[in-house]
């Protein structure tokens, strides 16, 4: 959900065409509110949301037609559960931009993550709309974009139009990629993507089964990491640990050395109780808290899920809140961690 610096940089405010003689003012004044947004973009990105925010207000007290501002001022306030206030500033970046789809897809991400699936099915359309229409579109934007109307879907029961659109996604995404990329593509959009939703929405079932598929799907035993790890904790809610744990050390078992991230296999051994949590931490963490931030996300999720197994609410909760200190709002765990934590208020 962060803005590019290469966009922030494109920003000018909006108004009138200035006089000869003040141009060269102008054209100052705009080079460091592009300055300023790359600072607040920054900020966000390392969660110190209230000076992103007062940076972002003093931008737009500047410059009050400044889309991008707008666009990630709601950013923040949707990261700090201020969803309809979010939506307000995503509004008004709408209104003055009507034909960019930057700030139809974050109002249809915070409409989904508010439960108002309908709306969100409707921002979110509108920004692929707008997003097919041009010709160099970036093909990670296209994904979510996609993933966010799915999850739209998937929240009014509409399965059958979900699976639709995942699959004009594959071949929309197909066009634009190598075949093999394109696979797996289908599987994160498809499978992963689904049983996340299912996940968050404590279906767990149905959750099992879309990471078992997604699994199928994956070409090489190293790519099934992420979803393997899925399938263990979505097993140990489902209360049958000892298959959970079984299922993972049969993987690991047969799993062959070709992984892309041999982190993984150090958490996978530390919720089969091979390695310590001290053992896990000092081989994954650096001294720098802003180093190695998907890898702290991971940790702090799994290790919450281990100390909830043996219903240890308190340390659970903690280690959940540590794993949204990452800040890593894109990732999977950073959710489940959100939605264990409400789930134990």
């Known amino acids: 959900m962060s803005i590019k610096k290469r966009e922030a940089k494109l920003v000018v405010p909006g108004g009138r065409i200035p006089p000869r003689k003040a141009l060269k003012s102008i054209k100052r004044s705009k080079r460091g509110i592009g300055q300023e947004l790359d600072k607040a973009s920054d900020l966000f990105l390392l969660r110190r949301l209230p000076q992103s925010m007062r940076a972002l207000k003093a931008i737009l007290k500047r410059d009050p037609n400044n889309y991008w501002a707008h666009v990630l001022l709601g950013y923040v306030l949707s990261d700090t559960g201020n969803l309809k206030r979010a939506r307000k500033y995503y509004d008004r970046a709408i209104a003055l931009k009507p034909k960019q789809d930057s700030a139809y897809w974050a109002k249809a991400n915070a409409l989904v993550e508010d439960g108002h699936y309908k709306e969100a099915e409707y921002c979110a359309t509108a920004a692929l709309q707008l997003a097919t229409a041009h010709r160099h579109l970036c093909v990670i934007n296209l994904e979510l974009i996609y993933d966010t109307l799915i999850d739209s879907l998937i929240g009014q029961e509409k399965r059958q139009e979900a699976l639709v659109v995942a699959r004009t996604a594959c071949a929309t995404i197909k066009s634009k990629l190598m075949q093999s990329k394109a696979k797996r593509l289908r599987t994160r959009i498809h499978y992963d993507t689904r ?61 062959k050395q070709d992984g892309p991230d041999e982190f993984l296999v150090k958490v996978m051994h530390f919720v089969l109780d091979k390695m310590s949590e001290r053992e896990l931490i000092a081989s994954t963490f650096s001294s720098n808290q802003n180093e190695n931030r998907d890898h702290r996300c991971v940790v702090w999720f799994y290790v919450g899920v281990k100390r909830l197994r043996v219903g240890d609410q308190n340390t659970a909760a903690d280690s959940f809140r540590k794993c949204l200190d990452a800040g890593m709002i894109n990732m999977p765990e950073y959710q489940f961690a959100r939605a264990e934590l409400k789930a134990l208020q």
Not at 197 to 212: M, Q
Not at 213 to 223: A, Y
Not at 229 to 236: E, G, P
Request: contains cysteine; proline residues 2%.
């Open 195 to 255: 049983g996340t939703a299912y996940c968050l929405k404590r279906k767990w079932n149905e959750a099992l089964a879309d990471f078992r598929r997604s699994c199928e799907m994956k070409l090489h035993s190293g790519d099934q990491d992420y979803p393997r790890l899925r399938i263990w904790f979505v097993t140990v809610r489902l209360r049958e640990a000892e298959r959970a744990d079984q299922e993972l050390a049969e993987y690991l078992d047969k799993r």
